[in-house]
């Protein structure tokens, strides 16, 4: 495909999005609110207490591995419609967690947080209170591994056929990288590592994807674009 016609497909596919944002917009809304209910209902208590799990996945959408506690949102308006209890069809996602909400019942709990591909949908003003959140989550020396996008590996205006994005073009790739699925703020290694720092986090590294501590929980679809650093609490 040319340049040319990505760029008509690109736009396209960005109209469809636009149609459908309020919508969309609804739904997360809904999904939050429910979310927030059932926290302080006290779901996630309960269900922790039969939890022997020690690794927390946060987010974890469709991806989820064996040994390991998964939590998401609420489902939304329409995958309840479709009959979904779980978000994303994920049947594996146990706990129903806003990581903007603090969990009281999870505090001091988890030897290891996954935190894979969630945190560039959070809007920056609330970053530091999610991070904050899962310090609390974790017990004293636990792991938390944070894998984000890296759109360093789009600045060179080439053809791929690794981009996660859909398309050949790197440069297209890159806009629906930055305008596409609700993400708030591009991380770097610097700004992570210092806002880590500056939480109390220590010996914290940026580490290859599959590698390091918790590397194993890496998702093989996120390899190419994947920046990963860890940290202690």
């Known amino acids: 495909?040319?340049?040319?016609?990505?760029f008509k497909e690109y736009s396209n596919v960005m109209l469809e999005?636009?149609?459908?944002?309020?919508?969309?917009?609804?739904?997360?809304?809904?999904?939050?609110?429910?979310?927030?209910?059932?926290?302080?209902?006290?779901?996630n208590k309960k269900l922790l207490k039969s939890d022997k799990n020690k690794i927390?996945?946060?987010?974890s959408g469709n991806f989820h591995f064996e040994g390991v506690?998964?939590?998401?949102?609420?489902?939304?308006?329409?995958?309840l419609l479709k009959g979904q209890l779980k978000r994303n069809s994920n049947k594996a996602n146990r706990y129903y967690l806003n990581l903007i909400k603090k969990e009281k019942s999870f505090e001091d709990k988890w030897e290891g947080v996954i935190l894979s591909h969630v945190i560039e949908h959070i809007?920056?003003?609330?970053?530091?209170?999610?991070?904050?959140?899962?310090?609390?989550?974790?017990?004293t020396d636990g792991v938390l591994r944070i894998l984000v996008p890296?759109?360093?590996?789009?600045?060179?205006?080439?053809?791929?056929?690794?981009?996660?994005?859909?398309?050949?073009?790197?440069?297209?790739?890159?806009?629906?990288?930055?305008?596409?699925?609700?993400?708030?703020?591009?991380?770097?290694?610097?700004?992570?590592?210092?806002?880590?720092?500056?939480l109390g986090f220590?010996?914290?590294?940026?580490?290859?994807?599959?590698?390091?501590?918790?590397?194993?929980?890496d998702a093989d679809e996120r390899e190419f674009e994947s920046l990963c650093i860890t940290a202690k609490k």
């Open 123 to 139: 809007p920056p003003y609330l970053v530091l209170e999610c991070l904050s959140n899962i310090k609390n989550y974790l017990v």
């Open 150 to 198: 890296d759109p360093r590996v789009y600045f060179e205006d080439i053809e791929s056929n690794k981009s996660p994005q859909g398309f050949r073009h790197n440069s297209i790739s890159l806009n629906r990288l930055f305008y596409c699925w609700e993400h708030q703020f591009m991380f770097t290694d610097t700004i992570l590592t210092t806002i880590l720092e500056e």
């Open 1 to 6: 495909m040319s340049l040319f016609e990505e």
């Open 69 to 79: 506690s998964n939590t998401d949102l609420f489902p939304s308006i329409g995958q």
């Open 56 to 59: 927390l996945n946060l987010g």
């Open 202 to 217: 220590t010996e914290i590294n940026v580490t290859s994807f599959g590698k390091g501590p918790l590397g194993q929980f």
């Open 17 to 43: 999005r636009e149609k459908k944002q309020t919508l969309s917009d609804l739904s997360f809304k809904f999904s939050l609110k429910i979310t927030n209910i059932m926290m302080n209902l006290g779901y």
